[in-house]
Structures are given as C-alpha cells and as structure tokens.
C-alpha cells in the first residue's frame, strides 16, 4: 500500500497521514506505531512511504520493480519459475559479527563475547548515521510475525527498511502484512526493527545494483535488548537485514526468554516416525558449516523410518501444559547456504529451491538457470559469477560466493511437517549438539542427565576449515552454537539452561545427545558415511528414549553398544567402529584442559552445575 510522496523530499509525514484524493489511510491505528515511524520519517528523510501489506501482488510488483532497476535478474521462467538472482556489493557478502552489538544499559549484562556500547551513546552516535539515510528512497514498512499469527508464543516486529530486496525476503522468511496489523491492534506491543543500506540518492542520481556502506566500520548491527530494539545501518545483507531472524528471533527473544522463563535456540527441528507409526521430536543444535540444513530435511536410508522438516534453524522452546518441552519455529523460509546443496547432500533442499526463490550471489548460466560449486550437475562452459565477471571453469576463481544464499518458502519443503506451523509447537524427545570434530568425540553419545547434557551443550564447537577460515584445524568452541546469538552474558545463558530442570518435571526433560558425523581416521579418512546414513545414528537415540536402545557407560556418558546401531547394508569396518564408538582417554584429557580455559572465560557466572560436570568428568577420566 503506497502512500503517495512526500512533499519536499520527506518533509511533513503528517501530512500523508491525511486522507487524501489517491492517497491510502494508514493502515492501523496502533498509536506507538503510528508514532514511531513519523519519527524515523523525520529522521531517514524518505522521499515516501509504502506500508507493505503482505499480498502475492506487492511481491510481484517489487520484485519487477527490482529487475527494472538492476537490482535483480528474472531467472528463465521455464526452468526457475517465480525466481530472481541478486548478487551484492563484494563488500556486503555475510553476517559481520565485529559490527555486532549488544547495548544493554549495564556492560556486565552483554558479557565478555559480545560487543557492547553504552545504548545512550550508540543511539546519538547512530542518529547521526540515519540522518537522512533514506532521501531518494522509499521507506518500507514491514509489519511481521515471528511465529504462528495468534500464537500465544508469537512476537510481532514492525521493521523499516528503504531496501526493496530486504522487503521480498522479509517475506519469504516471516509472515508479513495486513493481518499483522490486525493483530497488533490499537495498543498491542512491537519490537521495532530499524533498518538502512546507509545510502541516500541525490536527485537525478542512478541507483547501483546492491546499495549498501562499503565500509565495514561503518556498517552497525545493534541491539537494545532493555527496550526491545533494534538498530541496523550500511548492510543490506542476510543476518545484518533480514531484522526477524538472528537479531529479533535470537538475540532480543533470548533476553525476553530469560525474563519469561523460555528458550530461544539455534536449533533445527525436526519429525522422525519409527515403521511401527511412533513419532519423535527432535532440536539439534550444530555451529555453522556443520550440515543443519541437511539435517532437518534429510531423506533417511533406513527402510521404514519418515523424517519430516518443522524448522532449519531456530526454535522457540515453551514448558507446556503437561509439563514437557514444546518447540516452535518462528521463521515461514530458509535462507540456506547455497554451494554444497545437491541431489546427494539435500535432496529436499534441491526440490525446495525450484520456484518461487531468491538466489544471492550465485553464477548465472547462459540460458537464464543459476549454477554453484558441487551442485551435483557439471559446471557450465561459461557463466556470469557472482561478482558479474565471465566465469569459465577455468578460470581459477568460484562462481558461487561460499556463503551464497537461498531464500524460499517452508512449505514448499516436499518433507514439511503437518505440525510445522502448530501454534502449540511440537513436544520435543530429544536435544541433539553437535560439532565438526575430526578427533575425539565419539558418533553418539548420550548426557547421564539434564546437567550433564547442558556441560555437553556448554562443550561444543567446531574445528575450522579452509571452507570457513584461512587456518584451519583450529578447535572453536561454541556453547549451544549460541556464541554470536546470544543477548546477554553467557555464563547467564548457561545458568537459564541449568535452570529449565527446576522449573518442570525433569524426567519430562528431552533426554540430550552429543553426535559427530566429522570423525576421521589417522589418514584423514571419513570414518563416518554421514547426510542420510545419519538416520542410523537418528533411530538409536529414538530407542533410548524409548528406554529400548542398547547402551555403555563410559566415562564421557553412554556410548552406543557396538551392535546397537541398525548399519544393515552399511559397509563400515568393525575398526572403524570402534574408533567412532569407543572413548579416547588421553584425546579427553586434552579436551579438559581445553574446556576449563574456554570455561575462565565466563568467570563468576560460570555455573556451579557446570563446575561439578567438570570435576565429575575429571575424576571419571582419572579412573581410566
Ligand atoms: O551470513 C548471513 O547473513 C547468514 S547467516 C545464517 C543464515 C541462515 C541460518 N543461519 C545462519 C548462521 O549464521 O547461523
Ligand atoms: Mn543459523
């Protein structure tokens, strides 16, 4: 709904907010609403104002918009149907974690991982930057619901954006529009979203193709977690735009969560159902570059089990009525990493993407289809890469961007879950963590208890690869993947976790597994199958919690027997099982000195819980 231009390049926003002859009614009466976007009017300084009312038709037209200007490419409509290419500036290709902020009013609150300024200051400071950051452009109004509308857990987030390619994916990932507003009523509450590329056209001035700050210390990614706000200027990209996701859905929630006795989790979820008609819920939670995506649509190899997909990233987790753990995902897409998606790692991703989805920064093929690296399918004789360069395979450099992007709907997922969009959410069985651990860490392994599963959470990380750093081999830990997400200190965080045990039954608790599919063998050697051989690993876990599934206690917690695990038609070697199912005494006693130092980080607000996990494991390895 467009709302006409406003007189002198953004000067009098009270005047549109008259009924006029062609000019629409603001389409709601919340008065803080209503309020706060005069003020970021008179701020941004936009030529006008279009409140985005969700339809199929205000995408369409955004979209053709966007291909007028440059901005996107319509792929060939016979082999992509409803899709675009977006390729960003070289400078705005990921999520900026050093940019990052968390502005909680006390410093000891955002804790020693994440950045933090004064939130009085950041704010005068960021005033300065959104100063007519908007003039030439069209301010977006973006009403939109992280969860089911009328769910009880549901939040609303109103984002302003001038960026139309932040509008359209907004609307792939969240559930956007007039029914938002609706909900939101007359005084219901929002968490307001601001957001600038940070750059004003002068007038008569051509736009570029992705808009954005090229300087990476001028581009800030802010939170005011006291308020409920958040701030994001001079990036148009993923995680640093797209406000509802890591900023709104992890990083205010988990403050909100803490208060409101909940968790907000980078976790996927995830439905399996047993031959016999049984279904689990599971959450797991990986660091990136650690398969989640492939996880939470995985086409399982053992005979008569079904995985279903309710989320790929974030849950929002609630003590329901009976007492056990419920989870919601509060996305409506996935914004997936592109390069590695095929036929072999995530065939459902594969069938996801074929329509109605905005690639970014991938190549593009003569005859108008989009092409990256191990797409299962052979490289093109020539392509336009993703820096809008002529590629051929050749030519020494990649056409996709690593961390190119899919953005498409969830229920075009062909192995959606029925229950994906239950208001109630799910009732979880079990929290899976994880980690790309070439050494050490045996392929499953169960916690003894609520605490000591929370001490393998606090535990995980990932070895680096070239793939996500120019060193690699080098451990990073990563407590609940939660490391960049997180809107308060940590060692809280951990305590939050500790606490779910006396807020609820626990033996009503999801039972908390530890799994490594990246095990390797002195020569470098997967040891380890991995994408749908994982459902292997899947039904053990799905037999413990049914109190079935057969188990030794070990040191490090209960391992799987040697034939607990269905490997029917599976060639894996009786060594290599016993490398992935056996505990490496001397590689865990290098792993406690290594958790203990990652420990100091937290200081005081270290849990005791946690503390004792550490001596227990201590003394258990002693025994060995
Ligand atoms: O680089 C970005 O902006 C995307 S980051 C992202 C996107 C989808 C799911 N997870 C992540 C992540 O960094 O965990
Ligand atoms: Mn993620």
Known sequence: MKLGSIPGGGAIWNTIKKEKDNMAVIP?????????????????????????????????????????????????????????????????????????????????????????????EMKAKLRGYFKGSMEGRTL???????????????????????????????????????????????????????????????PGEKDVPWPCVPDPKNKYIVHFPDEGAIWSFGSGYGGNALLGKKCLALRIATSLAKKEGWMAEHMLILSLTSPEGKKYYICAAFPSACGKTNLAMMQPTLPGWTLKCLGDDIAWIRIGDDGRLYAVNPEYGFFGVVPGTSDESNPNAVKTIQSNTIFTNVALKPDGDVWWEDMGVPAPDKAIDWTGREWTPDCGRKAAHPNSRFTAPAGQCPVIDP???NPKGVPISAFLFGGRRPSTIPLANEAFSWEHGVFMGSTGGSETTFANLSQAGVLRRDPFAMLPFCGYHMGDYLSHWISMASRTDRNKLPKIFFVNWFRKDTTGKWLWPGYGENSRVLKWICERVEGTGKAVKTAIGYLPEKDALDLKGLDVSRTDLDNLLSVDVEGWKRELADIEQFYSTFGDKLPDALKKELEGLKGRLEQN
């Open 28 to 120: 709601t009466n919340n008065k803080k609403l209503i309020a706060w976007v005069d003020e970021i009017v008179k701020l941004c300084r936009p030529k006008d104002v279009h409140w985005c009312d969700g339809s199929k038709k205000e995408y369409d037209d955004l979209c053709s918009q966007a291909v007028r200007n440059g901005n996107f490419v319509k792929l060939n409509e016979k082999k992509r149907p409803g899709c675009f290419l977006v390729c960003s500036h070289a400078s705005d290709v990921a999520r900026v974690e050093d940019r990052t902020y968390i502005c909680s009013r006390k410093q000891e609150d955002a804790g020693p991982t994440n950045n933090w300024a004064d939130p009085d």
């Open 140 to 202: 977006y109004v973006i009403p939109f619901s992280m969860g089911p509308l009328g769910s009880p857990v549901a939040k609303i987030g109103i984002e302003i954006t001038d960026s139309v390619y932040v509008v359209v994916n907004m609307c792939i990932m969240t559930r956007v529009g007039q029914k938002v507003l609706d909900a939101l009523g007359e005084n219901g509450a929002f968490i307001p979203c601001l957001h600038s590329v940070g750059a004003p056209l002068k």
């Open 419 to 421: 229950d994906w969009e």
